[in-house]
């Protein structure tokens, strides 16, 4: 049994996680791993009632859970920088979540805003973020606040034992799953953080004489996801350039209510974390307009890590099944179909693969 700590969040957060909750409870009664779930209120709606966005032990307290599902945080009445910093940025450090594995897969042509793709196979693509130092550090200094020379300091931290350890990850990934390999940096315009990195991406290559390697400045990158994203297969990237580029990623790929997020922690001294990434958007939080379908990806990304990857792909394999069908189609995909409606057509689905395995 899987002991599960879920973090519905805020806004539509509450919406989609309900429907991920359902499958993993369906996963069991089918006959496959058992999930024991407690859920915790932490939240920019908890930070409005208390002044803090969760208990003060909650780090403890998820320290003995196996992993972490998370809906969403933010609310326009709390400062980003306060949701991030004192709950999502800080359990990532903490738990030593490393490694950001966002997957970019069209599951259907028809969902592509981009009009040279024919093919679902031209946009599979797994970007493997860093998750815990790099531009995200929040090191740095506001100095001579309110006169004329005001200034703002950000430091990036890109250390040793960092970078090495978020491409040694990326490139066994590669050489497990056959594929080529490409480092997104700016090493022509960051002289000190970027020219580290590539030369470290450099230098592990040679360690992996088998995966084959590129790389790309991240303007250029952003141009080629849209011209031609059928050129990255594995991306490893540093923490900003992940988190912009994957947005792009997701964009292509059908849109943010695809797009799911594995927070890693590879070793597993800590329980890793597992969420759709589109955030709270308060703008429809309620209504039931909400696409469950990066929830439940989140939950075969949680398989996957569990070592059930068959359960993983049958998930992902019934949200396919769900928009090809083009029956139950959810609202950002320019249907009708509400939150619960597509979550209970992709678990019915689900049910159907798993009942011919």
């Given amino acids: 049994m899987y002991k599960i700590a879920v973090i519905p969040g805020d806004g539509i957060g509450k919406e989609v996680i309900a429907e991920g909750v359902k499958l993993m409870k369906d996963i069991e009664d089918l ?23 969760a208990d003060d032990d909650f780090l403890d ?50 969902i592509c805003p981009l009009k040279n793709i024919t093919s679902t196979g031209q946009i599979d693509i797994t970007v493997v973020r860093e998750n815990s130092e790099g531009e995200y550090s929040n090191v740095g200094a506001r100095l001579f606040e309110g006169r004329d020379d005001e200034m ?4 990036g931290v890109f250390s040793k034992k960092g970078t ?19 480092s997104v940096s700016k090493g022509n315009a960051l002289g000190y953080s970027m020219v580290f990195w590539d030369e470290t991406f450099a230098r592990i290559a040679k360690e992996y004489p ?11 990158a952003s141009m080629f996801f849209v011209k031609n994203p059928e050129r990255f297969q594995i991306v490893v990237t ?15 790929a059908g849109g943010m209510g695809l797009a799911a997020g594995a927070n890693i922690n590879p070793e597993r001294t800590y329980p890793s974390m597992f969420e759709p990434i589109h955030g709270s958007a ?76």
Wanted: with cysteine; proline share 4%.
């Fill in 282 to 357: 308060p703008d429809i939080a309620g209504q039931g307009k909400a696409d469950p379908m990066a929830a439940l990806w989140s939950v075969s990304q949680m398989l996957d890590h569990f070592g059930h990857e068959d359960l993983g792909r049958m998930i992902i394999e019934a949200i396919k099944m769900v928009i090809d069908e083009k029956q139950v189609v959810p609202f950002d995909l320019g249907g009708q179909a509400s939150t619960t409606e597509v979550g209970e057509a992709v678990r019915e689905k689900f049910a159907e693969i798993y009942k011919k395995k």
């Fill in 210 to 220: 088998d995966v084959e390697t590129h790389t790309c400045l991240v303007d250029a």
């Fill in 31 to 53: 006959g496959g791993p058992a999930f024991e779930l407690t859920e915790y209120p932490w939240s920019c709606g908890y930070y409005l009632e208390n002044g803090k966005m």
């Fill in 152 to 155: 703002a300091l950000q430091t």
């Fill in 61 to 110: 307290t998820l320290k003995g859970y196996d992993a972490i599902y998370l809906g969403a945080i933010g609310d326009p009445a709390v400062k980003d920088h306060i949701a991030l910093g004192q709950f999502l940025l800080k359990l990532r450090r903490e738990f030593d979540e490393y490694v950001n594995l966002r997957p970019i897969k069209l599951l259907n042509v028809d």
């Fill in 164 to 182: 090495e350890r978020i491409m040694r990850y990326a490139f066994e990934l590669a050489r497990k799953e056959h594929k080529t390999l490409t």
């Fill in 238 to 252: 540093s923490n900003l350039f992940g988190d912009i580029i994957t947005d792009l990623g997701a964009a292509i």
